[in-house]
């Protein structure tokens, strides 16, 4: 049986992206959820702090296979130098499951941000949120690639990182632009592609 913390917000996943920010009042999570308003008020304070808590029980599977997968490349290298490309499909491959399982994740993550009060206090709690990982693949990727300076690779990084969440994001954009060049490549040989791609460009000489 669900407790009540858990019932608020397996209503509030549901309802905030499928009504929108404006409908998916706490009146009407609450009327959904079974409960009264005082319940809100009392595990989480407000309808922002129950946003946050919504993404975040959303985005810590996401951010826990990241770092498991990431931990097990690191594990696996011991003393010696990781390989890079392990560790840049230890980043990619969670992110394509998630899309899969989420297909609606962008337009989900939009009403989000609408529902939220404000706006930089959001983006500042996602940032807060994969801070911790993002970091520790820098940390990695430096030592995969010793040649090059921090700097310059933890620059690699941020580009890395826009492309693999922009790629996520843009699933269809994807799928269209592989229809319009006449080519057939299933996930799998996608995410290969893009490491290999990705791999070149942390490589390529100062």
């Not at 917000?9 to 308003?37: C, F, H, M, Q, Y």
């Not at 060049?181 to 000489?205: P, Q």
Request: hydrophobic share 45%.
């Amino acid at each position: 049986m669900r407790d009540t913390k858990t019932k608020i917000l397996d209503v509030a996943e549901r309802l905030i992206p499928s009504l929108g920010a404006e409908k998916a009042s706490l009146r009407r999570i609450t009327e959904a959820a079974g409960v009264n308003i005082a319940a809100i008020n009392y595990h989480f304070g407000c309808k922002n702090n129950l946003i946050a808590a919504v993404m975040v029980r959303i985005l810590n599977p996401l951010i826990e296979k990241l770092e498991s997968r990431l931990q097990d490349v690191m594990d696996a290298a011991g003393r010696n130098k990781p390989e890079l490309e392990a560790i840049l499909a230890a980043y990619l491959v969670p992110l394509v499951e998630f899309s899969r399982q989420h297909p609606d994740h962008e337009a989900m993550f939009a009403q989000f941000f609408n529902s939220y009060d404000d706006g930089d206090l959001f983006r500042q709690s996602i940032q807060d949120l994969v801070g911790k990982i993002t970091r520790f693949y820098g940390e990695c990727l430096v030592k995969a690639l010793p040649e090059l300076p921090p700097r310059t690779v933890l620059s690699r990084l941020a580009f890395f990182r826009n492309m693999a969440l922009g790629i996520m994001q843009g699933n269809c954009m994807m799928d269209e632009s592989m229809t319009i060049l006449g080519l057939n490549m299933g996930r799998e040989a996608m995410v290969d592609a893009m490491v290999a791609y990705a791999a070149a460009g942390f490589r390529a000489r100062v």
